[in-house]
């Protein structure tokens, strides 16, 4: 079992940034592969990006790729997203997702996550 518990989230203008934080308890982080997906009311949830357990291999949504960078810090089981040049259609809940996966590698597939933490909400104004 792993508890995902994201913090960051709030309001910021276009063109800001924001990071959000991701704290791991429970099994050993580093045997995780994570993820961050967001969902806007009324859409289908979408994957933002994914890191593997080493953090040295990372994957983006086309949407974010040169404005969002996912990193982890295994030692403090903590996950991180920056964000940068905030759009307003960035506005959405994000989520932490870990898929157990010590062999490597990584997915952004939400169906392949069995852990998610509760969301937190960041809004982008014009």
């Known amino acids: 079992q792993v508890q995902l518990v994201e913090s960051g989230g709030g309001l910021v203008q276009a063109g800001g940034s924001l990071t959000l934080s991701c704290a791991a308890s429970?099994?050993?982080?580093?045997?995780?592969?994570a993820g961050w997906f967001r969902q806007v009311p009324g859409k289908e949830r979408e994957s933002v990006g994914a890191?593997?357990?080493?953090?040295?291999?990372?994957d983006y949504a086309d949407s974010v790729k040169g404005r969002f960078t996912i990193s982890r810090d295994n030692a403090k089981n903590t996950l991180y997203l920056q964000m940068n040049s905030l759009k307003p259609e960035d506005t959405a809940v994000y989520y932490c997702?870990?898929?157990?996966?010590?062999?490597?590698?990584?997915?952004?597939?939400?169906?392949?996550?069995?852990?998610w933490g509760q969301g937190t909400q960041v809004t982008v104004s014009s």
């Open positions: 997702a870990a898929q157990f996966r010590p062999w490597g590698g990584l997915s952004r597939e939400g169906t392949e996550y069995e852990y």
């Open positions: 429970g099994q050993t982080f580093s045997s995780f592969a």
């Open positions: 890191i593997g357990w080493a953090g040295h291999n990372t």
